[in-house]
């Protein structure tokens, strides 16, 4: 077990979302990120959406994830894609994260298999049935087209429910999403990511 | 199948070379008008997540190695099929082990400037390696390879030239043992390394530092220098990073290096006394590097002068050993002419003439086969009896050296005298 780091735990019961991202960054800025990460994972594999939602923006933001793909993978459009889909299996399968390795070790594993999940996708020549989208794909169509998942979305923070639903809803362009928002269109892609992933772990909750 | 035409921006042309984990194809680079070297690594193990990162992870390593004797990384790249592929400097002079088989064909044996010139290319790219952090773990003269052009005269231009590396070669050392040492620890195919050149803490699992590579280039300087006329100062200085544990051997490549030019020095730098004026090729030894890594109860054995004797052989037809038997019986520990109920034992005189001929005679018990290693530095297996004929005053020796039936080398050693002649 992480040792406790009292306000970010405190931040995390009161749902204060603020407070929670503070406390993340004075962890994180004393230099301890993967403190940070292992306390985040197990509040979130015990439930904390808030917690799901911190542990994915400072897997994506950290870095973590993408040094991992880059590990594996040299193309960069498919290091942003396949970035995209750990962190979806992250949101989604964080209740599965029982403690027993470092999240990294955890997030190391699932990089792996996303990684060859993509790289089989990529030799089959055949034309694709749905099963075999992305991740990312999958849940970028699914956005599209159910009410559930618009449920979903709407329940995300605003940071990320605008740029997803200019992408995935409006159909716009990165570039486009960016200009609307005022946000560069690096920022634009990551929180598309990071919001996508959340939607998919909100509707593995309320399978 | 055959092969795609293209890969990324290069024509790929012929197979160079074909690995358990890659293949190597020569190509052309027609943006930079070029001819490279494309490794592509196989598609069966393109999936494999681990085998991925470590191809890869070779390609990054290898490009933060600085040092115009270890191979460039150019680039690095993936083809159609996701297989991950580095596009290599190309060594048109083709590897260490092609050469030296050629020349051997033609009879040839490693002389102090052949020993000299790959040492010396050895331990700067080694060095080089270390300095970057990273541990070589596959040195071997399939992996030592040679391309046209010097970017730096050696410091011994003045001296007679190689026939191993010529004047106008470099030697570079290639492919990082990586991949090789994932397939030790899954178990998927061979051990990391390569076999004869493989320190004993890279046999199992466990941590190998920058010293596994010390001894991998004294097995491969004794695998260049097998049969050769050199000092036994040489099979000292190279002893020394053979040993099992890595705390007893050099430190560095740099150590390494010193002790092996020491042993090589030439003769002027040798005591007045030692200095024999035997035939041109005979040995220099006797003064020879501190023997700080062998067993030091012997100081006075230091300068010990050996092989000032040149010895003419009239044998018969010459038996091939393989390298790493040889070579290790020569460069055998402490040595002990008897384990368990296998003994070895030479029975001959103890002086000799100049151009007398003498016999010795191999006692073996225990044991079928064993290897006689001659003054002149070559080797006889498994005949009973060797006939020697001196050509000049001094002192000798010859060894017989075998293994018991549990792996243990012994070593009966036969020193003689010889006198002028009349």
């Given amino acids: ?207 | 199948m055959p092969g795609p035409a293209r890969i990324g921006r290069y024509q790929v042309g012929d197979v160079i070379g074909v690995g358990s984990f890659a293949t190597v194809h020569r190509a052309v680079d027609e943006r930079l008008d070029d001819t490279v070297v494309l490794k592509v690594l196989a598609e069966n193990h393109s999936l494999n997540p681990e085998i991925r990162e470590r191809f890869i992870a070779e390609g990054r390593a290898l490009r933060r190695v600085a040092s115009p004797h270890v191979v460039t990384v150019h680039d690095i790249g993936e083809s159609d099929r996701q297989q991950p592929y580095l596009v290599l400097e190309l060594a048109d002079r083709g590897t260490l082990a092609e050469r030296v088989r050629t020349l051997r064909a033609e009879g040839w044996t490693a002389s102090p400037a052949d020993v000299l010139a790959v040492a010396r290319g050895l331990a700067v790219a080694v060095e080089a390696v270390h300095a970057a952090h990273l541990v070589h773990r596959d040195l071997s003269p399939g992996n030592v390879l040679l391309r046209t052009g010097p970017d730096v005269p050696g410091p011994d231009a003045d001296g007679p030239p190689s026939t191993v590396v010529r004047p106008d070669e470099r030697l570079m050392v290639a492919d990082l043992g990586l991949c090789k040492d994932l397939a030790l620890s899954s178990g998927l195919t061979v051990a990391g390394g390569t076999d004869g050149f493989r320190p004993p803490e890279q046999a199992g699992p466990g941590t190998v530092d920058t010293r596994a590579d010390l001894w991998a280039m004294s097995a491969l300087l004794t695998w260049l220098a097998d049969g050769a006329d050199l000092p036994r100062g040489l099979a000292r200085a190279l002893r020394r990073s053979l040993a099992d544990s890595p705390a007893r051997r050099h430190p560095d490549a740099a150590a390494w290096l010193r002790d092996v030019e020491q042993s090589l020095a030439p003769a002027r730098e040798r005591p007045p006394a030692a200095a024999g004026h035997g035939a041109a090729r005979s040995a220099t030894s006797g003064t020879g590097p501190p023997d700080a890594g062998s067993s030091s109860g012997r100081p006075g054995r230091r300068r010990r002068t050996v092989g000032t004797v040149l010895l003419a052989l009239v044998l018969g037809a010459a038996i091939g050993l393989g390298a790493g038997w040889g070579a290790q019986a020569w460069l055998g520990e402490r040595p002990v002419s008897s384990a368990g109920s296998a003994s070895v034992a030479i029975s001959g005189p103890a002086t000799a003439t100049v151009g007398t001929p003498i016999t010795l005679t191999a006692r073996v018990v225990g044991t079928d086969h064993w290897v006689w290693t001659l003054p002149t530095g070559t080797y006889r297996t498994d005949v009973g009896t060797v006939e020697l004929t001196a050509s000049s005053p001094g002192s000798s020796e010859v060894t017989l050296e075998a293994r018991a039936p549990d792996g243990t080398p012994i070593t009966a050693v036969h020193r003689f005298e010889v006198a002028g002649e009349g």
């Fill in chain 1, 1 to 207: 077990m992480p040792e406790p780091t009292p306000l970010l735990d405190e931040a995390l019961d009161r749902g204060d979302a603020v407070a929670a991202r503070r406390a993340v960054s004075d962890v994180g800025g004393r230099g301890d990120p993967d403190r940070v990460l292992d306390l985040l994972g197990a509040r979130a594999a015990a439930g904390s959406p808030l917690a799901t939602e911190l542990l994915v923006e400072q897997l994506d933001e950290s870095g973590v994830v993408r040094r991992f793909v880059r590990r594996a993978l040299l193309d960069e459009s498919t290091v942003d894609d396949v970035c995209q889909d750990v962190l979806i299996s992250v949101a989604t399968s964080i209740r599965s994260f029982t403690g027993g390795s470092k999240v990294t070790t955890w997030v190391h594993r699932i990089v792996r298999n996303r990684v060859v999940d993509h790289l089989r996708r990529q030799r089959t020549t055949t034309t694709l049935p749905d099963d075999d989208l992305s991740p990312g794909d999958r849940m970028s169509s699914l956005i599209a087209t159910r009410a559930t998942v618009r449920d979903a979305l709407a329940a995300l923070p605003a940071l990320y429910r605008e740029p997803v639903t200019l992408r995935d809803l409006e159909g716009l362009p990165y570039s486009e999403v960016a200009d609307r928002l005022g946000r560069s269109i690096g920022t634009v892609k990551s929180q598309i990511s990071r919001g996508r992933a959340l939607v998919a772990a909100a509707l593995e909750d309320a399978v």
